[in-house]
């Protein structure tokens, strides 16, 4: 590996670390040589992406990313097992597929606290600890930039996370303290292994998507490690799309 792509010595801390592509993220991460703690509210999920990693390298912690003093105490915690905090991947995040006409109140708090509000609340507590040099990279979605059929909260939700993105490097970059956001697009998860299942639903997600096929999870991986080394040094505000070309489909 690069010198420059390396994150040795770093620490690392992952929302929704116990499945899908919060699991794929740790692993890379921690293949990249960063110590990782792992955030979720399943222990059993986080025991697991514990023993795929290996023990030497990893902590975790349960906690519900909705409630600041939870997100206090991972982050105190990641200070006294590994002293530091130099990655921080807001990545949890949820959906409720409902109409925009059916949606409730109710759904709106819950998407927008998961999935947005965890993101400032954590940035904010982990900030505190960071030294020059750290970056933050949050996961949006395509979804937060591109109209989509249905799912009005959960797009506002992504929306909300890549415009915090551009005003967190805004204030943080004279810190030397990077922030980036990746969009993805449909990738091969748990969650998503029912509606992927449907052939007239995937037909219209390959229909937009350039390169006709879903993401493997890998794929969505390694550009987080990217942005959280040193061979992204100068990138800071960005969100990229990982996606077969989704968000770029035109005629054709």
């Known amino acids: 590996m690069l010198k420059s792509f390396s994150l040795e010595g770093r620490t690392a801390i992952v929302t929704g670390a116990g499945k899908g592509i919060g699991k794929a993220i740790s ?43 939870n997100i206090q105490t991972a982050v105190e915690e990641t200070m006294q097992q590994f002293g530091a905090i130099d990655i921080l991947v807001n990545n ?59 799912g009005v909260i959960y797009a506002a939700s992504k929306a909300a996370i890549i415009q915090m993105t551009k005003v967190m490097a805004m204030e943080w970059g004279p810190k030397n303290i990077r922030v980036n956001a990746i969009g993805p697009w449909y990738f091969k998860t748990p969650l998503t292994e029912k509606i992927l299942s449907n052939p007239e639903y995937l037909d219209s997600i390959l229909a937009v998507t350039p390169m006709k096929r879903v993401g493997e999870l890998p794929e969505v991986a390694s550009p987080v490690v990217f942005l959280a080394s040193d061979a992204a040094s100068y990138i800071t505000g960005q969100t990229l799309f990982v996606d077969g070309g989704m968000s770029i489909h035109g005629f054709s």
């Open 92 to 150: 949890a995040g949820m959906n409720i597929r409902s109409s925009l006409t059916d949606a409730t109140d109710e759904e709106w708090h819950k998407i927008m606290d998961t999935n947005a509000q965890s993101v400032f609340m954590f940035s904010q507590e982990a900030v505190k600890k960071m030294n020059s040099g750290s970056s933050i990279i949050n996961i949006s979605s395509v979804g937060g930039d591109r109209a989509l059929k249905t």
């Open 27 to 69: 692993m890379a991460l921690a293949e990249a040589g960063a110590n990782v703690m792992l955030v979720a509210r399943t222990q059993s999920d986080l025991l697991q992406t514990q023993e795929d990693i290996g023990n030497d390298r990893t902590a975790y912690t349960i906690a519900d990313i909705t409630k600041r003093n």
